[in-house]
């Protein structure tokens, strides 16, 4: 459940900022399929793909952590 909640909150970020699955993993240096399975909830986020992933959209990670 956790998952999902990351997923969706990272994909909607990305979109917001204009960021294609493509061009968000690139710029993270991560393949496409990573990003994938994090937004579908297949895969917990790493800390280390979220502290890269606050910085390239220049958010918190406040802003991006799920309510519980």
């Known amino acids: 459940m956790e998952t999902?909640?990351?997923g969706r909150r990272i994909r909607a970020f990305r979109k917001l900022k204009g960021y294609t699955q493509?061009?968000?993993a690139?710029?993270?240096g991560v393949s496409v399929s990573i990003v994938g399975e994090i937004e579908?909830?297949?895969r917990m986020?790493?800390?280390e793909f979220l502290d890269?992933?606050?910085?390239?959209?220049g958010i918190t990670k406040d802003e991006l952590?799920?309510?519980?």
């Open 4 to 6: 999902e909640k990351w």
């Open 22 to 24: 493509e061009s968000f």
């Open 26 to 28: 690139e710029t993270l």
């Open 40 to 42: 579908r909830g297949n």
């Open 45 to 47: 986020p790493s800390a």
């Open 52 to 57: 890269e992933a606050v910085n390239v959209l």
């Open 65 to 68: 952590t799920p309510e519980k």
